[in-house]
């Protein structure tokens, strides 16, 4: 069924699929840029495939695309430097920007900002070689989590039962992240609320709640196996509902997110308060994947959902206007610029 009408179709021109890339979760990335080509060339949209793991910026300018799909996952094109890539380059692209993508890829500083704006998230801290370790078990209790910040689809993370087993822990993180997160293990129920939109106007979806095996939500039980069950709706009173896509779509604002992405959520058993996990700016859309299920509870297909976010493809850092020839600018007489980016007087104790 096409959701498009040729017009649309090649208004929307030419467009790359970017998937692959050369991240820890490029084999996910290849299920999910081979789903999403396969939904856009069914649409009538002229869409080719590029993975940006094998071929360089400069083949991509000389591809000449319209606009780009983001379909990768992890470093290198969901943290924030591919989208700076392509904003030097000029070619608009889906999802969130360069800030957006660095923070929501980095788990430490979203919790931080998350913090900052009163969001529930975890107790954590950060740990590295020299850390005491028991002292760290002693704050946060047992079981804990141990996780690299900079890496997704539940690779590196570890479930601390025991004190002896948290060294071995920091270094399987260790050893794929240049920094240590260490988490406080919230017990209770698993959700992702996918979203939507930019601003205002960003929805969230139906909420997914995901029931793994044994509670181990891992890599394999992700994307290869069926045993992991998931219930979409997911069984909540109204009222938690609300509550819990209200601070979910709060969590992607805060962050600057757009076009689309997917906010985790635990939900404590002893008295259903909601706790916010992270955030993904380039979510999975392979047969598995929880933003194509919550889209289909919502009455859109799969080739709806693409072309919906491929639609709002944009530059996120437009350059500004073109001056005048000869016009007297605070460039070039260094004169600082009035509005919100000139200096502010700092406050007390700020130095």
């Known amino acids: 069924m096409n959701h498009i009408t040729p017009i649309e179709a090649q208004a929307l021109g030419k467009v790359g699929v970017l998937f692959g890339g050369r991240s820890a979760e490029r084999d996910v990335s290849l299920m999910s840029g081979a789903g999403v080509l396969a939904a856009l060339q069914s649409q009538g949209v002229d869409a080719h495939a590029f993975d940006p793991g094998q071929r360089s910026l400069a083949e991509l300018a000389a591809e000449k695309f319209d606009r780009v799909f983001i379909a990768l996952h992890g470093r290198f094109g969901e943290d924030g430097s591919l989208q700076g890539a392509l904003e030097q380059l000029g070619i608009p692209y889906t999802g969130s920007g360069v800030t957006a993508c660095a923070i929501g890829m980095d788990k430490i500083y979203t919790k931080i900002v998350w913090l900052m704006h009163g969001l529930p998230t975890p107790k954590y801290a950060v740990i590295d070689a020299s850390s005491d370790l028991a002292a760290v078990a002693a704050d946060l209790g047992l079981p804990l989590i141990v996780k690299p910040p900079h890496e997704g689809s539940t690779i590196g993370i570890t479930k601390v039962n025991a004190a002896a087993e948290f060294r071995a822990a920091f270094d399987t993180a260790a050893a794929l992240d240049n920094s240590v997160l260490a988490e406080e293990f919230v017990t209770g129920r698993e959700f992702t609320v996918a979203i939507l939109g930019q601003g205002a106007g960003a929805r969230a979806l139906p909420i997914v709640e995901i029931v793994a095996p044994e509670g181990n ?24 509902t609300a509550e819990m896509q209200r601070i979910a779509l ?61 639609r709002a493809a944009r530059l996120k850092m437009p350059g500004p206007p073109a001056a005048k020839v000869g016009a007297v600018t605070a460039a070039n007489t260094g004169t600082p610029p009035a509005g919100p980016l000139a200096p502010v007087a700092p406050a007390k104790g700020q130095g």
């Open 250 to 310: 709060e969590a992607y604002r805060t962050l600057g997110c757009e076009g689309w992405g997917r906010v985790d959520v635990l939900l404590r058993a002893r008295d259903n308060k909601p706790f916010l996990l992270e955030v993904n700016a380039s979510p999975g859309m392979t047969s598995h994947s929880l933003v194509p299920m919550a889209a289909r509870a919502d009455g859109i297909s799969y080739e709806a959902l693409c072309v919906e976010i491929l």
């Open 217 to 240: 939500y891992d890599y394999q039980n992700k994307y290869f196996t069926d045993t992991t069950q998931y219930f979409c709706p997911a069984v909540l009173d109204a009222a938690l």
